[in-house]
């Protein structure tokens, strides 16, 4: 019984985590976007954190340009002990759940937007504060491409209620 009433306190904080805002409007890319080659980043967010919320998630819209495809396999910033790329997923008893996953598929010429109920750029054990208004920088590591450094904007969540 405790260590199941672990699990879902566990859970619960990290699904508080990736609780926040939507990705605005700037965040959305057309296909057309995916015109450059190699793989694009746009939007690119996450929720502010601190000591008291030592979890948080990003979330983009990545676009490859390539004409085969490609996929996210891991992802590195300063001031995290652990980066996993997750999905969230509806259980059985229609609860929301993250898992991690191994990737995310990047198809050629259409873009693929992690979001907030959907894949999305866990990150876990802040070692560093991340304050909203500023900005924290990211490594994109692929499976084809060569590595993107993406600049990725910190701001404060609204609580959706609800969890993840």
Same mark, same amino acid.
């Given at each position: 019984?405790?260590?199941? /009433?672990?699990?879902?306190?566990?859970?619960?904080?990290?699904?508080?985590?990736?609780? +926040?805002?939507?990705?605005?409007?700037?965040?959305?890319?057309?296909?057309?976007?995916? @015109? &450059?080659?190699?793989?694009?980043?746009?939007?690119?967010?996450?929720?502010?954190?601190?000591?008291?919320?030592?979890?948080?998630?990003?979330?983009?819209? /990545?676009?490859? +340009?390539?004409?085969?495809?490609? %996929?996210?396999?891991?992802?590195? !910033?300063?001031?995290? &002990?652990?980066?996993?790329? =997750?999905?969230?997923? #509806?259980? #059985?008893?229609? /609860?929301?759940?993250?898992?991690?996953?191994?990737? !995310?598929? /990047?198809?050629?010429?259409?873009?693929?937007? $992690?979001?907030? @109920?959907? %894949?999305?750029?866990?990150?876990?054990? $802040?070692? &560093?504060?991340?304050?909203?208004? +500023?900005?924290?920088?990211?490594? $994109?590591?692929?499976?084809?491409?060569?590595?993107?450094? !993406?600049?990725?904007? !910190?701001? #404060?969540?609204?609580?959706?209620? +609800?969890? =993840?």
């Amino acid at each position: 019984m405790v260590r199941r /009433l672990f699990s879902v306190i566990f859970l619960s904080a990290l699904a508080s985590a990736c609780g +926040g805002e939507n990705t605005s409007s700037d965040g959305d890319v057309s296909a057309s976007a995916c @015109g &450059e080659s190699g793989v694009t980043a746009n939007g690119a967010w996450m929720r502010a954190a601190s000591d008291t919320r030592p979890t948080s998630a990003i979330y983009v819209t /990545l676009c490859n +340009g390539e004409d085969v495809a490609d %996929a996210l396999t891991g992802v590195t !910033i300063a001031g995290v &002990e652990t980066v996993e790329i =997750h999905e969230t997923i #509806e259980t #059985e008893d229609g /609860l929301s759940s993250m898992v991690p996953i191994e990737k !995310i598929d /990047l198809p050629p010429g259409a873009p693929v937007t $992690l979001k907030h @109920g959907g %894949a999305h750029i866990m990150l876990i054990g $802040l070692t &560093e504060s991340f304050p909203a208004g +500023g900005a924290a920088t990211a490594t $994109l590591e692929f499976e084809n491409a060569p590595s993107v450094e !993406i600049s990725v904007d !910190i701001k #404060e969540a609204m609580h959706q209620g +609800g969890g =993840h």
